[in-house]
């Protein structure tokens, strides 16, 4: 089995959770800009899911490109990651109608970070698979961000229960720690004959 | 006409039945813990169905795999297997609403049973169309897990009227028989030359 | 341009028309059999647009694999097409919540009337763009089914006016005609060297 | 990294998005033929939002068939293109409620806008990722046509708060201007041995 169908797969059901997250933007009830106001937060908040979405699948893509051979556990975490991104929606839509609420900003933030084990899992098992001298391994290497985003998720649940906004800088700005595509992987693999 | 387009088709209905599913997972009313509440049953259907799906998935990937070439009959085998699985989220958000209920759960059951036989009456097709000596048959052999599934859903459907938590206990069962993907099929294409 | 594209993004928009459809089968409201009678007419009627859009997949499937390039009308006359049958899930919701009345049926029966004018200007630009000698002019033939189908929609929905039921009775009766795949044109396809 | 995946993506999330505008159209609350009257808005609405979709496809075909290399830019590039598609859906239900007001006539035209200035954002991507003597920007020329179109939206904003209804036919005439799929390209690309 090669990883071409795990892809397809993979961005069909990214294209959807990008997708179904824009039907929580409800169309306004009034004609006048007034109507648009209750808009603005899960607006931003779809923004900001969409970024987290596009630079999962930019990375996932990344990943999958790396792995040689698809196993039954790749395809299991593969899963386990779809799964946590599927979450997306309905937690954005939370937030965004209790912006600066705790417990939204908290169950925000819980997702993203088991979307980043999954995601992480996902990378130790294509490397568990590939064996001793995995490219993918020497690809990745001391995976600073890998290891710093867990952590700061942790830390803006718990700040979310204290000022909720603080949180949101936070994951904002693990996003942007992101938005640069791995370049690492690509790097390994362009240097492979 | 080659398995390609087929499995592609397949592909985009799987990835939208996965993800309808969490439409079913409403944005919660209120802004705290106590919100999340009725929102565990319909997280742990969908948990369940994404598993089921998933595994759908997994082992018609197999099954495709094993298909050398496409025929009408095939087709609509498996439009009838994609049919059975579009009616999980349907029967999904009725076990989340009503956990414990007969009827919803004994519909559950029943819709699972249908699949699993739509699921092998699409193993028939391939089988019957690769005509005599068929590579499938030879890695479906004896099929264990293909006769005792039916049997058991069907026996889950009747104990949905007397005890649903039993009946809901075996259909998780059956789920983890079938979460070890069909490794039989992989092997028997592996040692053809 | 190749056809790969044209059927990939075709193949989307059917299979997400398709499971869109199932969104009208909303979870009952009760939990006992009877809160399951009021779904039977839309369920009927999505196992009918099911069995319609899986026909226009199986059929669209071998009209693209006649086509030998993609131009600009081929384009458009698809998208209409697709337009035509992303129709479909509004139709049929709203003949399943009002079986047997005259204009839901008499709409359905048109929409069903329109998706088939496409299907064959669709054919007919295939044909025009493979100019004199076209593979596919050959395999149609005299395309009786073609030729008879738009008719009897045409009658069908007159009928809606007087006997919804036999109207009904009609557009099943054209499903069943296109039921088996158009093996004309893959017959054609296969005597060409 | 090659130009498939991004395209298979991007040809997914247009997919949903040209659908999902479908559930705008709500199954009608009567069964007779006045009960479609309230209808037709949010129809005309669908369909003028389907050919822009339906062009924006077609021309995102050609862009991406010219991109010689995925870069990193490119691919956040063509995600803010998705993501100000993915706005029509919502803009397209508010116009089709409220037509002929101003506010949502001009939410309109400035989605169009951004849509368009992020196409153009994207071909300059590419432009700039093929370096100096790039095949694409050849190909492209003058582009009056891209010039011309982000100055009629500017111009259509405006109107809609004087005569929606003149806003409204502008944008109908640059849909008209695009309704040409690119051609320059394709030639170019053509004449290229």
């Known amino acids: 089995m090669n990883t071409t169908r795990l892809e397809a797969f993979s961005d069909g059901v990214i294209a959807i959770i990008i997708t179904i997250m824009v039907l929580e ?27 987290y979405v596009g630079i999962y699948w930019n990375n996932h893509h990344h990943l999958l490109h790396a792995a040689t051979k698809v196993t039954g556990a790749i395809l299991w975490a593969n899963l386990n990651l779809l799964f946590w991104l599927s979450m997306f929606p309905v937690v954005t839509g939370w937030v965004g109608e209790h912006h600066g ?50 952590a700061l998720y942790a830390l803006g649940v718990l700040l979310a229960f204290r000022t909720p906004a603080l949180s949101q800088g936070l994951y904002l700005l693990v996003a942007l720690l992101w938005l640069v595509p791995d370049r690492r992987i690509e790097q390994v693999l362009a240097d492979e004959p």
Chains 1, 2, 3, 4 share one sequence.
């Open 25 to 51: 933007l409800k169309v306004p009830r009034g004609a006048d800009l007034a109507a648009l106001k209750p808009l603005i937060p899960p607006f931003l908040g779809y923004v900001l899911s969409f970024l």
């Open 101 to 150: 609420a705790s417990v939204p900003t908290a169950l925000y933030v819980v997702v993203l970070l088991l979307a980043a084990l999954a995601y992480w899992a996902l990378q130790r098992t294509i490397i568990a698979a590939q064996g001793p001298g995995s490219l993918l391994r020497r690809a990745v290497g001391v995976d600073i961000k890998g290891r710093i985003s867990p």
